[in-house]
């Protein structure tokens, strides 16, 4: 990948490391954003996703690889070349805020401008700009004390965008926030990145706030980048099954692949599905979302009910595979409720159907 493929405010990472203690918190990751790109970085905790934001940051350096911004090298330790935060053009939005308590909105909202010694009058219409565009300029003379949550953290969004960064970095912004405000922030943050036309990339740990809000996933797993994609090709095809588990992408089955068919655990009937298994024989993992799980009619199995929940407009079934007390759990939906040792025959839509290799990791977020 050439400095020009990057070119303006894209990112590109490549082989980077940071080790803590022995212990590597990054290990060898490559990433390539483009221009106006709104990445996010998935993954459980300690998967080293803050660790790499921060050396984008340039709030730690790396020990080995680069970071490049746009045509700009801005880390190499093997160059001994490492620009410190203040140097990189970068808006960063923390997840507790960062607002100097005896500060007013606008105070906080031009602390870098003042930094950088910008003019007080060219200053006082960036802050104005800022505010608005985050719905804010009528409480630009409050301290942060005296607004909510969600408000205060507009106010760290209004200061990451008030010198017009090239790039925004965001880390989990929305987790100290109720479910709803997280949903609409998360939308207003998702739609300023994109009329700004800035650069994003947004670590969290929670799977539908990453698939509703980026343009590209890349789910991190004990240091390393272990797919990155599409909201939806990574959500339909993960590429195994701990990255399944992980994004809840359907119920996953542990069993037996033999013979061009899929057994499995328990008394569960067998699935002849010799597209996937592919000649492959030993343990195996089927992946069932909830789509490919279509009840009613004479069905190709039979799955006995283990709870129902209602859900709005229809009804999340939990049945079990096989052995009623003890089957492998398949969840998919149902247009009216359904009691517990009910019997629900389905049909299975195989082109949505997913098998891995070997059984699903014990570190799974089952």
């Not at 789910?219 to 990155?228: E, L, P, S, T």
């Not at 998919?332 to 290799?357: A, N, Q």
């Amino acid at each position: 990948m050439t400095a020009s493929s990057t070119a303006g405010n894209g990112v590109e990472i490549t082989r980077l490391a940071k080790a803590f203690g022995g212990l590597r918190a990054i290990d060898g990751v490559d990433l390539t954003i483009q221009p106006g790109e709104f990445v996010a970085l998935l993954g459980p905790s300690g998967c080293g996703k803050t660790t790499l934001l921060r050396a984008i940051a340039g709030l730690l350096a790396p020990d080995e690889g680069s970071i490049r911004l746009g045509d700009r090298l801005v880390a190499a330790p093997e160059a001994k070349l490492f620009v410190p935060a203040e140097r990189r053009n970068l808006g960063m939005v923390f997840q507790d805020y960062a607002l100097w308590p005896h500060m007013r909105v606008r105070e906080n909202v031009g602390f870098p401008l003042a930094a950088r010694r910008i003019p007080t009058a060219q200053r006082a219409a960036l802050i104005e700009t800022a505010l608005r565009r985050v719905s804010l300029w009528h409480l630009a003379d409050r301290f942060p004390g005296e607004l909510s949550g969600g408000q205060q953290q507009r106010v760290a969004l209004a200061r990451a965008i008030v010198d017009s960064p090239r790039v925004l970095l965001f880390d989990e912004p929305l987790s100290n926030l109720d479910a709803a405000l997280r949903d609409s922030l998360g939308r207003e943050i998702a739609m300023l990145v994109r009329d700004l036309g800035a650069t994003a990339i947004y670590v969290t740990h929670d799977q539908s706030e990453a698939l509703s809000l980026a343009d590209r996933i890349a789910v991190m797993r004990a240091g390393r980048i272990v797919q990155a994609d599409t909201p939806e090709r990574l959500y339909k095809d993960p590429a195994d099954a701990w990255i399944a588990a992980f994004l809840k992408s359907g119920s996953l089955i542990r069993g037996h692949a033999e013979e061009g068919a899929f057994h499995p655990e328990g008394e569960g009937a067998s699935l002849h599905l010799p597209q996937l298994v592919n000649g492959h024989s030993g343990p195996s993992t089927l992946m069932l979302p909830s789509a490919a799980v279509q009840p009613g009619g004479e069905g190709e199995l039979r799955f006995s009910v283990a709870s129902a929940h209602f859900k709005g407009d229809r009804y999340e079934i939990a049945a079990r595979w096989g052995a009623r007390d003890h089957g492998p759990v398949v969840q998919f939906w149902h247009d009216r409720p359904l009691k517990p040792g009910d019997m629900v025959s389905v049909t299975l839509d195989r082109d949505r159907l997913r098998l891995f290799l070997g059984d699903v990791p014990p570190d799974a977020a089952l």
